[in-house]
């Protein structure tokens, strides 16, 4: 009876492992043909994805029930295309790049005279903002930010500071990240890069904040304002494990549980619902969707916000 269970054991494993399937795939420019590094891909129907490796290439298991789901490959700059999960599998993938029209150019020298610096920070709860899709996909935060008045003219960004947040009380980890700054949608949403440029960032170990010199794009602020976007990648060089110890049931008691998440942790700031001069977003598989909609009542936030925040200083 002993050995028959294990035999029941060992077929149920294999039968098991053989739902899984492994999807190897490659990304890379339709006109160059190299690699696009940092891609993501999101499954249009399911709270899962990843991200491609600095050569273009991911690794992802899923479940083989799934090979006929529909998935997103994306990346900043090029058209986005949607793809079966069977279409991936050890397939080269390519992406053609995206054509911006602007409707209006209009062309300013920088003078650099006026300066006017934006502290988010200031008088304010400081929280930690990791992954808001729980580690289960790429997701990436936003912060609005109104075009300063003392600008007639020209108004160009001229930085962005970004803090990080100790993981477990230990010194953040190294780790690499997407810096975009997007215009404001007809919905009041992120909208479109204003960066012209697939700005990645590595942070290294310990560091605690850097500041990103944004002058080589000269992004022109808009009069309706923009976004400021972090966005996490979903590589093994950025994974860590946290742990959850969790009541089971009164028999069972407490159980502790390690869940993949990805650095790095972004330093934000706790907000009241009630305060409607800030706009924040983080991004989910249906799009952007408002901080506001979090249910934070029972958390030790006390029903206050998770935002995002960033030192930005303005020039002419």
């Keep these: 009876m002993f050995k028959a269970l294990i035999l029941f054991f060992l077929l149920g494993s294999g039968a098991i492992v053989a739902q899984d399937m492994v999807i190897n795939a490659n990304v890379i420019d339709a006109q160059t043909k190299r690699p696009i590094p940092f891609v993501n891909m999101i499954f249009v129907n399911h709270k899962m994805g990843t991200s491609a490796d600095a050569n273009g290439s991911f690794r992802f298991t899923v479940?083989?029930?799934?090979?006929?789901?529909?998935?997103?490959?994306?990346?900043?700059?090029?058209?986005?295309?949607?793809?079966?999960?069977?279409?991936?599998?050890?397939?080269?993938?390519?992406?053609n790049q995206e054509l911006n029209t602007l409707s209006e150019v209009n062309l300013y020298k920088m003078h650099f005279e006026n300066q006017k610096r934006v502290n988010s920070f200031r008088g304010k709860q400081i929280v930690g903002?990791?992954?808001?899709?729980?580690?289960?996909?790429?997701?990436?935060?936003?912060?609005?930010?109104?075009?300063?008045?003392?600008?007639?003219?020209?108004?160009?960004?001229?930085?962005?500071?970004?803090?990080?947040?100790?993981?477990?009380?230990?010194?953040?980890?190294?780790?690499?990240?997407?810096?975009?700054?997007?215009?404001?949608?007809?919905?009041?949403?992120?909208?479109?890069?204003?960066?012209?440029?697939?700005?990645?960032i590595d942070k290294p170990e310990g560091k605690q904040s850097l500041k990103v010199d944004l002058i080589p794009y000269k992004i022109n602020v808009p009069q309706e304002g923009f976004f400021v976007v972090v966005e996490h990648i979903f590589i093994e060089e950025n994974k860590f494990s946290e742990s959850y110890t969790i009541k089971v049931n009164d028999s069972v008691g407490y159980k502790e549980y390690l869940v993949d998440?990805?650095?790095?942790?972004?330093?934000?700031?706790?907000?009241?619902?009630?305060?409607?001069?800030?706009?924040?977003?983080?991004?989910?598989?249906?799009?952007?969707?408002?901080?506001?909609?979090?249910?934070?009542?029972?958390?030790?936030?006390?029903?206050?916000?998770?935002?995002?925040?960033?030192?930005?200083?303005?020039?002419?």
């Design 129 to 200: 903002l990791g992954n808001f899709s729980g580690g289960a996909y790429p997701s990436a935060l936003a912060r609005y930010y109104e075009r300063p008045e003392k600008f007639e003219k020209a108004c160009f960004l001229k930085s962005v500071e970004i803090q990080f947040y100790k993981i477990l009380g230990k010194p953040s980890q190294k780790a690499t990240f997407r810096l975009r700054v997007l215009s404001v949608d007809t919905d009041n949403k992120p909208g479109k890069d204003l960066l012209g440029a697939d700005l990645i």
């Design 63 to 95: 479940k083989e029930k799934l090979k006929d789901e529909s998935v997103y490959i994306s990346c900043v700059g090029y058209e986005q295309r949607t793809l079966k999960v069977s279409d991936l599998l050890n397939s080269t993938v390519s992406l």
């Design 261 to 316: 998440r990805y650095a790095p942790v972004f330093k934000g700031v706790e907000t009241s619902p009630d305060d409607k001069e800030i706009s924040a977003f983080y991004r989910s598989i249906g799009g952007w969707k408002s901080i506001e909609l979090l249910n934070t009542a029972a958390s030790a936030m006390n029903g206050k916000l998770p935002t995002p925040a960033f030192k930005i200083l303005f020039t002419d």
